[in-house]
């Protein structure tokens, strides 16, 4: 999973002629080799992040082209990932 995450991200800062940073692709390699195929699970913390992000910005009038790095994302979602698996973890053991 960590091979094919890399392999996806630097096919994508090959398109996007630098759009996604090195370090990005390097955090979420290490991370999808940690988690193997929960990464997925990554996604949506990651997304919501991302649309407020955006909705921030059209509303204070920066625009979309207002760059932010996607590294604070990444390690907010899986911070949050942690939060909810130990929360839920917690709650089946003493059910």
Do not use: Q, W
Not at 50 to 79: H, N
């Amino acid at each position: 999973m960590g091979l094919f995450v890399f392999l996806l991200h630097l096919v994508l800062a090959v398109i996007t002629n630098g759009g996604v940073g090195g370090g990005d692709i390097k955090l979420m390699s290490v991370m999808a080799f940690m988690m193997g195929f929960n990464v997925t699970f990554l996604v949506l913390p990651l997304a919501v992040m991302m649309v407020l992000t955006a909705i921030y910005c059209i509303t204070t009038r920066k625009g979309l082209k207002y760059t932010v790095p996607l590294a604070p994302y990444i390690f907010l979602s899986y911070i949050t990932l942690l939060v909810l698996e130990c929360y839920f973890e917690r709650r089946l053991i003493n059910v």
